[in-house]
């Protein structure tokens, strides 16, 4: 694919193919990748930087520079959609007139009146890709008897739970981001809308945190992220627990729990989609982002008036996770009776007996206190909000 010394090298155009041929190596925390230059025939220095979100690349050695096959196709039926969204009924699309009112009593005109311009139609909402749904269901036929399964089962997931939410698996050189691709392959979870649409895919890849590379384990294909199971949010029995990753969910659905929703990550939860969720119990990985997470959450809940409890640590067994400790037998989850388990948030607006920092201040009362034993602390959260 090398191209003579003469041949201009703007606005270039490399295919999966050819850039999977040129030795690509992830870096920069998975949003970037380095490759062999095909276009000055480089084969010792890794001289051809590809950003994985936008398609862009560029040689910094011969300065060929262009987008990936797959990003153009993306753009082109991007600029169509838009197209069409912008395209007027025919009945509509003359002007109409302008309409002058009466004189005023001084005998001048009063300022022309401007048409009213009608509310846009509501803007459907699509998939990020629009061959998702046939690439999930390729994914989900492939997953029996695969490694895929296999790996399930080392992580403590019936293959039956699996298969009834949806995952399936992506085998190598099946995973729609070629630059992404793992040996082992990926398990693929389905990323969906509370109202279930399927708008993105996440793979995790197959194998031990020893075997695959932390920047090579999980991927989400560009465009809008949902939850998995967000069917969960418009309604079921019991409380709607909550965790950041997809065998989380699923150790917990294992355990018993009947509305489970994934987050993918601690900084994917929308209020918006919780509206009408009453009762909540945070399940968040154990580490540090995990519990600097839930705290905020906690109190936010708290205080939109939702019943809030948070699974402790101590509930983990010394784990992780959800799923490490459901992987172990040590998870401590009543789902009967969450008060066994958890401990609860609440909170209260009042105006206290002591002055605040200012004399125009209301003092919010933010509790939280455990059921599982007598001993238990107790821990006092004090907010402190300008008075309107």
Known sequence: MTISGDTPRENLTLSEAD????????????HVLRALCPFHGSDR????RVQVHSGRFVCFACG?????????????????RQVVLRKPPARQRRPPRLQPTAPT??????AISTPVARPAAPRASEPARPDLAQRLAVFQAALPGSRGETYLQQRGIP??????????YAALGTWPHAARDWRGGRVVFPHTTPDGRLVNLYGRAVGTAAQVPKAKRHDHLPGEKGYLNAAALQGGTGPLWVCEGAFDALALLAAGCTRVIAIFGVHGWRWDWVRDVRELVFALDADAAGQQQWPMLARQAALRGKQVAVLEPAAYGGYKDVNEAWLAGVLGVSTANP??????????????????????????FLGISSNRSAKSKYTLFVLTVSAM
């Open 64 to 80: 060929a520079w262009g987008y990936m096959a797959e990003a153009r196709e993306r753009w082109r039926e991007e600029q169509q």
């Open 159 to 168: 293959l039956a739970l699996a298969q009834r939410h949806g995952v399936g």
């Open 339 to 364: 008060a066994n388990t958890c401990f609860y948030v609440y909170a209260s607006l009042s105006r206290l007996d002591f002055q605040g920092p200012s004399e125009n201040t209301m003092v919010v």
């Open 105 to 110: 009593r001084a005998g001048r005109p009063a």
């Open 19 to 30: 850039l999977a041929a040129c030795r690509p190596m992830v870096g920069e925390g998975g």
């Open 45 to 48: 220095q890794r001289s051809l």
